[in-house]
């Protein structure tokens, strides 16, 4: 099982980029999905989810109305386009994936992608 996410970089205040997690799993339409993201001296915060189907998404407040995730299942891949970004969305941002099965939980995480908003 490996998450690997894709599309960070440096962006101005007011701009836009996309992140995708490109997942190597078996039955990826089986996974509900998440963004975290981690700032230098924070802890690791939830950004936004979706559900296995993508028939249901949640974000966080400071997030709502510039955050758009989604996913493909035919491609193993979910996305996070972030519009209007702030300085403060600066941060290491996080693909998790999980799967309840009847033998149990399971979380994987990827290894990351910065994101920087600066002028």
């Known amino acids: 099982v490996q998450f690997v996410e894709s599309g960070g970089g440096l962006v101005q205040p007011g701009g836009s980029l996309r992140l995708s997690c490109a997942a190597s799993?078996?039955?990826?339409?089986?996974?509900?999905m998440s963004w975290y993201r981690q700032a230098p001296g924070k802890e690791r915060e939830l950004v936004a989810g979706?559900?296995?189907?993508?028939?249901?998404?949640n974000y966080a407040d400071s997030v709502k109305g510039r955050f758009t995730i989604s996913r493909d299942n035919a491609k193993n891949t979910v996305y996070l386009q972030m519009n209007s970004l702030k300085p403060e969305d600066t941060a290491v941002y996080y693909c998790?994936?999980?799967?309840?099965?009847?033998?149990?939980?399971?979380?994987?995480w990827g290894q990351g992608t910065q994101v920087t908003v600066s002028s």
């Open positions: 799993v078996f039955t990826f339409s089986s996974y509900d």
């Open positions: 998790n994936g999980r799967l309840a099965t009847l033998n149990g939980r399971y979380a994987y």
């Open positions: 979706i559900t296995s189907a993508g028939g249901s998404t």
